[in-house]
């Protein structure tokens, strides 16, 4: 593709300073977003999946937060925005919904309220209109009885529900972009299922990118079209969504997969572990980070840092061995381990 | 390689009939009382070694189910016979015999570790309560339990908040095992975790289980893994134990048409797999007041008059394979 990409990440660091010294959440992360593509971010809590995400939006306290790097979009680093610029780009041309959609609505305003002022606070509307652009909204997202639940508060609706509310909220401003932090982990596999139906929908329909965050690889396999897969604060993978489920080439990559039960594997095997389990980002060497829970890992692993390599177009990984293990058959065919001597 | 529990002509460890619960709760306006029907008219047996699966969304049941048979919450109808003993009509001063032989892991483990407590003291604490052994013998018990599932000496000493999740999980497990139980109620034991580390402690439960012919009741939502571990399956909706095969049986041939709807659900592993998904109308009614007949007609496709005024009966289609479903066979 030819095109800009809509969002461009050069080299973001987020640093915060914390009562244990500096601690590095995100590390040198560097990716994009093409426009009305949908590419899913993958990790394991604490991997920095999250934090790349807010700080797109710069949504940490900055007395104690440092970034680095550039976040390009529509032209602009936002990091460079001022506080007032950045405010006009929240929540309008870039928007975020949450795990939990209470967390994010208040409690003691209706639906109807929220969404009038978000659609207010960005554009030029009279309550009228607002209100018509809230039942419009409302009925994008497949709310029925729209009128009565622009009335309803949040206690009064269910977790899917909700969280249909927290999209019509997002898209209230029609952004360019979407940044869902797992939108569907806290619902039921039948609201997930309508819930992922619908932000496809909308995808086509509002033309928008989306940035998935999640952790369940189902979730990436059925929406995305591209994964960034990270670990300890660094992209340790990417690659088109079907090349990265048939030919995982970081040992990590290969291993979140091998350790899921498939709906169509052999029942009751021993299934694949990765060993031991993410160290604190504190506890960071200066390293191949996966090197300690890796099976292949050498000298050169552990005293080392491999740097991101295009592997073939478009698949890059950060991996001194993925030649050998590939070449080795260790990849993606489930024999488990396979210790290169 | 056959079913690794016994045969059903044996006597089963659990047998629960016609198990109910209903919770009074106040009525959203107003002080009426009403009745929550969490869980009703629910039957199954779990077998000697076996893992029985019980599925369901938020909601449906699933965990007061596991809950009345510790007699966490007192049901309100029905029988359970644990090894030949009549569960529910146990007097309280009897239940210690009911809380030796039947354990629960749950989805937090955190929340059933005392945080001041050394996790050995955690692990060695329900060997106190039931008297067991010497304070020595208790602790040595412990380390042995944290030992086997994966704790170093050096672990042993410190406190629930130094450890990650999949570690509590681990000493949750441990503790459950130190009164050598013989069925462990496992509610949603793997789903606060990492992938990485799920597959760890499923791991654990499986060999624990080939070790010491534990059963379990594993309550789950995640279809692929209550696949991969259970032995059997129960389906529930809205209180109701709507349909129960062998796993293998109930995958290939789901028969009622919310199994069949729930299947469809989950989201194919690979980009490659494209599921058909079957899209029902509306939304999970409340158990309060819950439909007439049967609980599945508001949103079932197929519904006919007689689902909407008569609850089905229990029909076994095949060999271990039960199903509530007015429809099935025409």
């Known amino acids: 593709m030819s095109q800009a990409p809509l969002l461009e990440i050069k080299h973001l660091t987020t640093k915060f300073s914390t009562e244990q010294g ?21 990790g394991e809590s604490g991997c920095g999946k999250s934090v790349t995400a807010e700080s797109i939006l710069r949504l940490f306290d900055e007395k104690t937060t440092e970034y680095g790097g550039q976040i390009l979009f529509e032209g602009r680093d936002l990091l460079q925005l001022s506080e007032e610029e950045m405010r006009k780009v929240r929540g309008n041309r870039i928007s975020i919904i949450f795990q939990d959609p209470m967390s994010s609505l208040n409690p003691v305003y209706t639906i109807g309220d929220q969404i009038m002022e978000a659609i207010r606070l960005h554009q030029r509307a009279s309550r009228r209109q607002a209100r018509e652009k809230a039942l419009e909204l409302l009925r994008l997202t497949g709310i029925s009885d729209p009128e009565r639940r622009l009335r309803s508060y949040p206690h009064e609706l269910s977790g899917g529900m909700r969280q249909r509310v927290m999209i019509a909220l997002a898209l209230s401003c029609e952004p360019r972009l979407l940044i869902a932090d797992e939108p569907t982990t806290a619902l039921d596999v039948t609201i997930q299922a309508q819930i992922l139906e619908l932000m496809n929908e909308l995808k086509e329909k509002l033309r928008m990118g ?10 990436v396999a059925q929406m995305c079209s591209r994964v960034i897969v990270m670990y300890l604060g660094e992209v340790v993978e990417e690659a088109e969504v079907t090349t990265l489920f048939d030919r995982p080439l970081h040992p ?11 709906l169509d594997g052999r029942r009751k095997q021993k299934l694949y572990e990765i060993s031991g389990a993410v160290p604190a980002m504190h506890e960071v060497e200066a390293c191949c980070r996966f090197a300690p829970r890796c099976p292949f890992a050498t000298e050169l692993c552990r005293s080392k840092a491999p740097s991101l390599e295009e592997a073939e177009p478009g698949h890059r990984v950060r991996c001194w061995h993925y030649k050998d293990i590939q070449a080795n058959g260790g990849g993606s065919d489930g024999s488990g381990l396979l210790v290169t001597a | 390689m056959g ?12 047998q629960v009939e016609h198990l109910s619960k209903t919770f009074r709760v106040r009525s959203r306006h107003g002080w009426r009382k009403e009745q929550l029907k969490a869980v009703e008219d629910v039957s199954f047996s779990i077998y000697e ?4 699966g019980l599925v369901g969304e938020s909601g449906s049941g699933k965990s007061t189910t596991g809950r009345t048979i510790l007699r966490l919450t007192e049901p309100t109808g029905g029988k359970a016979f644990f090894q030949n003993e009549d569960i529910f009509s146990l007097p309280s001063r009897r239940l210690a015999f ?8 749950f989805q937090d483990p955190y929340s059933s570790l ?10 060695a604490e329900p060997l106190a309560i039931h008297k067991q052994g010497t304070r020595k013998e208790r602790k040595e018990r412990a380390l042995e339990l944290l030992g086997r599932v994966g704790f170093s000496s050096r672990h042993m000493d410190r406190f629930p908040h130094e450890f990650s999740g999949g570690q509590r999980q681990r000493i949750g497990i441990a503790k459950a095992l130190a009164l050598n139980p013989r069925l462990i109620i496992c509610d949603e034991p793997v789903s606060a975790l990492d992938v990485s580390i799920q597959s760890q402690i499923l791991n654990l439960l499986m060999e624990l289980q080939a070790e010491r012919g534990l059963s379990y009741l594993f309550i789950a939502h995640d279809l692929s893994v209550v696949r991969h571990i259970a032995d059997r399956i129960g389906v529930m909706y809205l209180g109701n134990l709507v349909e129960e095969a062998p796993t293998d049986e109930l995958f290939a041939r789901p028969l009622h048409p919310y199994t069949r709807f729930l299947l469809s659900a989950a989201p194919a592993p690979h980009p490659r797999l494209k599921r058909e998904r079957i899209i029902l109308q509306g939304e999970l009614p409340s158990p309060v007041n819950p439909p007439s007949g049967c609980v599945f007609h508001t949103r079932c496709p197929y519904a006919a008059e007689p ?5 089905p009966a229990d029909r076994e289609v095949s060999s271990g394979h039960r199903v509530q479903c007015h429809l099935y066979g025409d």
Do not use: F, N
């Open chain 2, 307 to 311: 689902c909407r005024q008569v609850k």
């Open chain 1, 22 to 42: 500096i601690v590095k959440a995100v590390d040198g992360v560097s990716l994009h977003i093409d426009p009305e593509e949908t590419v899913g971010i993958v």
């Open chain 2, 98 to 105: 009911l809380r030796k032989k039947v354990q629960m892991i």
């Open chain 2, 3 to 14: 079913p690794a529990y016994s045969s059903p002509h044996e006597h089963p460890l659990l």
């Open chain 1, 252 to 262: 990590y990559t290969s291993g979140l997969l091998k350790s899921v039960p498939q």
């Open chain 1, 210 to 219: 989306i940035m998935l965050i999640t952790h369940d690889l189902s979730v």
């Open chain 2, 49 to 52: 070694g076996e893992t029985y």
């Open chain 2, 114 to 123: 005392d945080p001041k407590k050394r996790i050995w003291s955690s692990v």
